[in-house]
């Protein structure tokens, strides 16, 4: 029967002394009194050590928290100097709201201004892509037209099928 100290049942354990004697006074492990030189020495067996050891690994798998499963956002960060810090606090209390709120709700409100106004040249760019493609494809309309006169189909002809299959 192979048998270990308090110390050493401890540190084989990876806990405290004092837990470790919890754990005997709570009756979770079972111990003998040896005679020493001076007072009585605790030991502990080793097959009773592992199944305690084996019992901790499984509540300690179980407490761990799961992992998140959304990655943390990105953090930014910005110095400021102290006046315009001063200013931005006393912006914020008067929202009642505390300084790094303040300044994010700043940052969202200048990027929704940035993005509507890139939107609108957007918008206006693709109304002008828009208005060029018409004229661009009446002008092709008629160049084919006048090549399906060319080859001899009828104008009247030539115009219903450019009609029909290009406008």
Same mark, same amino acid.
């Given at each position: 029967? /192979?048998?270990?100290?308090?110390?050493?049942?401890?540190?084989?354990? &990876?806990?405290?002394?004092?837990?470790?004697? &919890?754990?005997? &006074?709570?009756?979770?492990?079972?111990?003998?009194? /040896?005679?020493?030189?001076?007072?009585?020495?605790?030991?502990?067996?080793?097959?009773?050590?592992?199944?305690?050891?084996?019992?901790?690994?499984?509540?300690?798998?179980?407490?761990?928290?799961?992992? =998140?499963?959304?990655?943390?956002?990105?953090? /930014?960060?910005?110095?400021?100097?102290?006046?315009?810090? =001063?200013?931005?606090?006393?912006?914020?209390?008067?929202?009642?709201?505390?300084?790094?709120?303040?300044?994010?709700?700043?940052?969202?409100?200048?990027?929704?201004?940035?993005?509507?106004?890139?939107?609108?040249?957007?918008?206006?760019?693709?109304?002008?892509?828009?208005?060029?493609?018409?004229?661009?494809?009446?002008?092709?309309?008629?160049?084919?037209?006048?090549?399906?006169?060319?080859?001899?189909?009828?104008?009247?002809?030539?115009?219903?099928? /450019?009609?029909? &299959?290009?406008?």
């Amino acid at each position: 029967m /192979v048998s270990m100290k308090e110390a050493d049942a401890a540190a084989y354990l &990876n806990l405290t002394p004092r837990t470790l004697r &919890n754990y005997r &006074n709570q009756g979770k492990l079972p111990y003998r009194e /040896v005679k020493g030189k001076t007072r009585p020495q605790i030991e502990y067996r080793q097959d009773d050590l592992d199944r305690l050891k084996a019992e901790l690994q499984k509540q300690r798998q179980r407490s761990l928290k799961p992992k =998140a499963t959304t990655p943390a956002l990105p953090r /930014v960060t910005f110095g400021l100097p102290l006046a315009e810090l =001063a200013d931005l606090t006393a912006e914020a209390k008067k929202y009642r709201m505390t300084p790094a709120d303040y300044a994010r709700r700043l940052v969202r409100e200048r990027m929704e201004t940035s993005f509507k106004s890139e939107a609108a040249e957007m918008r206006s760019e693709l109304a002008k892509v828009i208005a060029e493609t018409r004229i661009i494809r009446k002008e092709f309309a008629l160049a084919f037209e006048e090549v399906l006169r060319m080859v001899g189909l009828p104008p009247d002809e030539a115009k219903q099928w /450019v009609t029909d &299959n290009l406008r």
